[in-house]
């Protein structure tokens, strides 16, 4: 995903923020849920009129994340990606 590679702080941002909030007690969230405060953070934190993300990104943030670690496997519900 192109948008992964420009932007490899939302990886980190996203990871930093579900490990939060497992580690709070949460056993599930939801990826759009972190997309939407990641904006409203970053609209509070610069002027950056560049920086976007769409929420097409979410549901491929959830399974990479849980992907890459397995503390997080089964913390955000995931559908089945049509072809």
């Not at 909030?21 to 609209?43: F, T, Y």
């Not at 994340?65 to 997080?72: G, S």
Request: glycine share 4%.
């Amino acid at each position: 995903m192109q948008f992964h590679a420009d932007n490899p702080q939302v990886y980190e941002w996203l990871k930093r923020s579900a490990m939060q909030l497992k580690d709070n007690g949460h056993k599930k969230w939801g990826m759009k849920s972190l997309i939407e405060v990641l904006r409203w953070q970053h609209a509070m934190q610069t002027t950056d009129p560049v920086f976007k993300i769409n929420n097409n990104h979410a549901p491929y943030y959830a399974r990479y994340l849980m992907d890459m670690n397995p503390e997080l496997e089964g913390f955000f519900n995931t559908r089945q990606v049509k072809q």
